[in-house]
């Protein structure tokens, strides 16, 4: 007989011997919360399933309507269903007692804390909320530690920062149990570390903020011994794209490419040629940006290995500083106040609770005379202006919820200045936590943004202009201080803001043979004497010899900070400022170049002399630079190739700059045609004035505006049929300026309007208001954005239109120029090979309106096919005011155009061949006679090495042609034959220099 009996299938019987034996029973519980049913326990023999039981029933608690959803295996004490794993009881073998627990819905919410646990991966709790009602606070998450960094437990908040949501970034913080629920709605505990790989910079709006070196420099020695090499970041594109700030390297703004695929060096001297220095780097706030914030990571490698950590970019209008919220206001304009900056200045001194509400003192007598305090400013049936007597019986809360007579939120205060606002408003305040004996005292402060301050030392000049510092300047400010004291040497310490600093440039010996400029970096590492003798070592330089040389965009005042020492070792800090005396930028440019990086210009001597001709109907004879680039260097014979005047390399100086002829009659004199600028960096316009004097002594003052971009920009064109205005295409200004500079535009300024003949540029969709060349047109909406810009054409006129701008930043800074052009057609004709893209399409589309060109049968234009002599007598005889010749003979069609151009001297030539391609210099020859230049008052500097004919230098002359420049000498190539294209681009020249 069997001792051991086995009866896996529960039927009572040995599933071996078949003996009945003992049965198994099990007790099944079915749990269900009190309130709503009760459903009896069953006893199930092993093996068994449950009988089928109805569900329990509905049930009302604290407000909150539960209904049943199912079983869930196991016994809980939270009934509400969390995505938790349900079963049928009715399916489920029992083998051993069992407990099925109800789960229920609810009409409630779900409230979710989220934390970090002990190993450092996410944990959660939920509480279950009525609709407005209020979570319970859950204790504080405790202190964790993991990855050898510790957190600290800060505070909940709603906000959430992405991957890295657990680490306090100035989030605003809030007290769950004051958080009135109506939905789902998680809190987020963020902590303090040690970590020292956790760097933050803010900058407020149109700010800029250095980023330091010394920051990644520390978080790496904080995991490793070990030298910091080069860092590299990460980020989203979308998410760094939408910033409402970017990173710049120096004057530049990084791309997100830009940003993520460089290295970024820890010792600038290790940065190649496609890297940059970490402390190049700096966070640029949008001029209107509105508190926004991203995370970058960053990947730190130095010579015992690689660590990671995160950098924190914030911007926005207002900055907290200690107890001091600071609000910049344009005159005319209002700034919003942000609940936020109240509550960091409050969690400074109570970090663990939340701010509850802000009562303002009584401000001073003649606060409210430079602007207004409101509440729900704009909205008519609510808006509420506050008086000085009002402001302190009324309580702001952080709450956007609020009720009562003198109850307001605080996000819903703004103030409106007034345009006369140059000032500086304050207002006390207390602020209260839950706590009402917990309360923080401090101060709001609005500024006016163009209220430019003045420092102990303060220098003041013209967009473009140079100012001397005055060592006189620096002993009077040490003697403040020390009244007997001698000035030694002065120490600048390193600029604050690249941004700024890009505004100009500080040179020693400006204008001299031993002229030296400094960089932001370069400038803490020189001392400047008070007497010139004691400047002996190589970073010693006279303070006198210190020049500030303003850019053509200078605008927003430079802060230098310095140390004065005087001879027996004592010191004073001062503050040098340099601003704008009220001149406005001087973006002319008589003539017009644009470069890329990288790319030298050589000035074209038959530009000036056009300038020259039609300022005053002239000749000219010779040209005085009366300024010298703030940007880069203008050389004489840069490539040593120049028979005229110095035969070497000669940067221009103010003391050094010569008369450059454009009609030399000596090698002793120099030429206007070997002048070459050099561009130093990118995204900048410089301009360079001059004096023009004529061969009558007549003289005409001008400037070169030189654009240097990282790209070439985009010119913006556009066809419109005769007398049908166009308004300007805000988005291809933006997209022209960021393809070419990698940079946002802000706005531009046109720099030249049409003549009357051909139009007027409006504002606006009247014809009230004329646009200028002195207003700044914004990419933004708003009355003078560039959208509201309209080119409406003069009533008969129809040819082309050219309206050049400079492109600028936020802060008003040159970022290129470009073109916005315009084809003012009859009726615009289309070829099947030539699209808007094609780079001849402006040339085809304008002259086949014109009637100058035509197509093939088939409908294309063929821009690529060799143009034969005959078609090509055409065009330049159409071009040049011809009417159509009829053919002469049956041999070729354009047997006409030759019989009146050999009538009228144009062709000279019996033999010749029509139908064979044509030359550069044939069509030189004949575009030249056919506008009958004259060859009379050429330079005696000849444009080309490869040919001294008078038509090709006569067309040159007149903007026409132009030739191929290498290294300092520039060819015409006379002999090379051209497309149909090609001369389209000439017969279009052509056609608007007889306009």
Known sequence: MKSNHIDNNGDGACDVCKQNMPQNRFTVTFQTPAGSSVIPNQTVLAGQRPSAVSNPSSFTSG???????????????????????????????????????????????????QSLSSSGNIAVSNQTVQNNGYPYNPSDPSKVTFGGVTYTFKGWTTSYTGSSWYLYTNQPLVTPSYQRINSNATFYAVYTTNDKSTISYTAAAGKETDFDARDFYNAYRNQYNGTLNYVTFNVAKSTYNSFEGAVYAGNSSLSHSDLTDSRFYYDEDDAGRNDYALDDLSLVADKNADDDSITLTFTAYGTWGQMSGTVRLAVGDATVDGKTIVYRVTPGKTVDFDRANFNTVFQASYPSESLEYVIFDRPDSDAFDHGTLYSEYGRSSYETAFTRSDLDDATFYYSNSVSGRDNYALNDLTFAAKNTFQDTVKLSFT??????????????????????????????????KSVDFDRSDFLSFLRDTYRNADLDYVIFDRPASAND???????????????????????????????????????????????????????????LTFTAYDEDGYDVDGTLVIQTDGSTSNYVGSVRYSTTTGTNVQINANDIARYFKKSTGGTLNYVMFTGVPSTGALYYNYYSASKYGSTGRTQLTSSNSNAFYFNPTSTAQYALTELTYVPSGSNYCVTIPFTAYGTNGVNVSGSLLISVSRSAVSEIYGVTSRNTAVSFPASGFYSAVLNATGSSLYSIQLLSLPASNQGTVYVGSGTSTRANTTTQYTYASGSNSISQLRFVPASTYTGSVEIPYVALNSNGQALASGTFSLGVVNTRRTFSDVGSSSWCYKYVTELSDAGVIDGYSNGAFKPDSTISYGAALKLVMLAAGYPEQAPTN????????????????????????????????????????????????????????????????ALNAAGIVEGYFSNGTSTFRPNNTLTRGQVSAIVWRMQNYQK
């Open 63 to 113: 407000g909150i309507t539960y209904t049943f959803y199912g079983w869930m295996q196991g016994t809980s004490s939270n009934y509400v269903y969390t995505n938790q794993q349900t079963v049928n009881p009715a399916n489920v073998a029992i083998t051993g007692n069992t407990t099925f627990t109800a789960l229920y819905r609810t009409n409630g919410y779900t409230v979710t804390f």
């Open 890 to 953: 049956s041999s070729s069609v354009f047997s006409g155009y030759l019989a009146k151009a050999q009538a009228d001297g144009l062709v000279t030539r019996g033999n010749v061949n029509l139908s064979a391609p044509i030359t550069r210099l044939q069509v030189a020859q004949l575009a030249a006679g056919a506008l009958k230049l004259s060859t009379a008052n050429l330079s005696s500097v000849k444009p080309f090495t490869d040919t001294s004919d008078l038509y090709v230098q």
């Open 501 to 559: 600093y890009a505004q100009g440039t500080l040179y020693s010996g400006y204008g001299t043979s031993s002229q030296t400029s400094f960089s932001r970096s370069d400038l803490d590492n020189a001392a400047f004497y008070y007497n010139s003798k004691d400047a002996t070592g190589r970073n010693d330089y006279a303070l006198d010899s210190l020049t500030f040389v303003a850019s053509s965009s200078f605008k927003t005042p430079i802060e």
């Open 431 to 464: 602020a209260y936590g839950a706590n009402s004996s917990h309360r923080v005292y401090g101060t709001v402060e609005l500024r006016s943004s163009e209220n430019a301050s003045d420092g102990d030392i303060t220098y003041k000049v013209s967009p473009g």
